[in-house]
C-alpha cells in the first residue's frame, strides 16, 4: 500500500503570505490520480485539486498543485482568511483499487 | 447540483453492525460512482469502498471482509453496513460522489457527514 506523508504537520502564516505544502509517496504515484482537498473545522473535505494541478470548479486560481512521482506540493500564493484550515492529499493505485490520504496539513494563523 | 446527506444511528454496540444510507438530491445516482469515507482521529481519513450504480462494488482491502455497500436506484440512496464493530470503528462517517475516468479520479462533493460511535 502507498503510504503519503505530508510536511510540515502544521504551519503558522499571516494573511497575505505564500503556503507550500508537501505531500510525499512511499512510491511513485501517477500524476493523474493525486488529489488535494481543504478542510475546514466541521465541514466536510472539499475538492480543491485534481490530476495534481488541476484546479477544481470554482477554485482560485491562487492554489495551484505541482509534483510528479513521489514528490507533489500544493501552492496558496495568497493566503485568504478564509484559507486557514487542513490540506489533505489523496492518491489512487491499483490492483486492487485502493485510495490513500495523507494525515493532513494544518495551516493556520500566525 | 448534486448534495449528499448521510443518515443512521449515532450509536452502535461492539460486534454489532453499523447501517448508514446516504440520500443524493439534486441529480440521479444513475450513471456514477458512490463512495463511503470516514474520519477517526486515529486513522485519519480512510477510504471504505465504491458502488457504481449498477452495483459493481470496490473495498478498501482492510476492511473488505467487515463491508458491504449496496446501491437503491429508486430512491436515489446508498448505503453502507460494516459488521463486527468495535471501538476503533468509531469516526465520523462521509458519502461522496466519486468521480472516476481513465484519466483522473476524485472525491466530490462530499456529505456533511455524520458520527458514530462504537460502545456499549
Known amino acids: 500500500e502507498i503510504v503519503l506523508t505530508q510536511s510540515p504537520g502544521a504551519l503558522s502564516l499571516s494573511p497575505g503570505e505564500r503556503a507550500t505544502l508537501s505531500c510525499r509517496a512511499s512510491q511513485s504515484v501517477s500524476r493523474s490520480y493525486l488529489a488535494w482537498y481543504q478542510q475546514k473545522p466541521g465541514q466536510a473535505p472539499r475538492l480543491l485539486i485534481y490530476?495534481?494541478?488541476s484546479r477544481a470548479t470554482g477554485i482560485p486560481d491562487r492554489f495551484s498543485g505541482s509534483g510528479s512521482g513521489t514528490d507533489f506540493n500544493l501552492t496558496i500564493s495568497r493566503l485568504e482568511p478564509e484559507d486557514f484550515a487542513v490540506y489533505y492529499c489523496q492518491q489512487y493505485d491499483s490492483p486492487p483499487p485502493v485510495f490513500t490520504f495523507g494525515p493532513g496539513t494544518k495551516v493556520d494563523i500566525k | 447540483q448534486v448534495q449528499l446527506q448521510e443518515s443512521g444511528p449515532g450509536l452502535v454496540k461492539p460486534s454489532e453492525t453499523l447501517s448508514l444510507t446516504c440520500s443524493v438530491s439534486?441529480?440521479?445516482?444513475?450513471?456514477?460512482?458512490w463512495t463511503w469515507i470516514r474520519q477517526s482521529p486515529g486513522k485519519g481519513l480512510e477510504w471504505i469502498g465504491y458502488i457504481y450504480y449498477s452495483g459493481t462494488t470496490n473495498y478498501n482491502p482492510s476492511l473488505k471482509s467487515r463491508v458491504t455497500i449496496s446501491v437503491d436506484t429508486s430512491k436515489n440512496q446508498f448505503s453502507l453496513k460494516l459488521n463486527s464493530v468495535t471501538a476503533a470503528d468509531t469516526a465520523v462517517y462521509y458519502c461522496a460522489k466519486f468521480y472516476s475516468s481513465s484519466w483522473f479520479n476524485w472525491f466530490d462533493p462530499w456529505g456533511q457527514g455524520t458520527l458514530v460511535t462504537v460502545s456499549s
Open positions: 439534486g441529480g440521479s445516482i444513475s450513471g456514477y460512482y
Open positions: 490530476g495534481a494541478s
